[in-house]
């Protein structure tokens, strides 16, 4: 009879630390149209992101990550949460998740093939910059400064330009 409880008891510790696990190690939520990653909403399709981006007047970061992907995980936790990258993010960008495994066409479009890589475009398509691979938040903080601050002094030179 103690052979069985402590059987039963062993079994219940290894289903519950499976379970919290589980939880842990999905930071996303998807959708048809969207991808959750680290309460940041990001559009699955490159084609539609990029039509967002043109009506916006945003340019776009396209992150392929995967799954499995122990990098992108630390993205996930470390580097999208921090409080300065939401804001950027959130303001200054439309949001491109391409999910390595299952969006191969997209992913092939910018020669990612591994994850993670952070495409910088224009609405247009044009490279901005790229980087292959973990970036620590300093150096995605710094990226994402220049490229807002170039935005918002085309803005600027916009509203001066004469309009017709």
Not at 133 to 160: C, F, T
Request: include cysteine; proline fraction near 6%.
């Amino acid at each position: 009879m103690n052979q069985k409880k402590t059987i039963t008891i062993v079994i219940i510790a290894v289903l519950a630390v499976f379970l919290v696990y589980s939880y842990s190690v999905t930071p996303l939520i998807s959708d048809a149209n969207y991808t959750y990653i680290s309460g940041l909403r990001w559009y699955n399709d490159y084609e539609v992101g990029q039509q967002v981006a043109i009506a916006e007047n945003k340019p776009m970061l396209v992150y392929v990550w995967a799954i499995w992907c122990q990098f992108c995980e630390k993205l996930h936790t470390e580097v999208y949460p921090d409080p300065k990258i939401q804001k950027y993010l959130k303001e200054d960008f439309v949001l491109i998740a391409i999910d390595l495994d299952s969006n191969r066409e997209d992913a092939n479009k910018f020669g990612a093939q591994y994850p993670p890589n952070l495409f910088f475009l224009t609405p247009d398509g044009e490279t901005i910059t790229n980087v292959p691979g973990y970036i620590p938040v300093d150096g995605l903080l710094n990226i994402l400064e220049v490229i807002s601050g170039q935005r918002q002094e085309i803005l600027e030179a916009q509203k001066n330009l004469p309009h017709s």
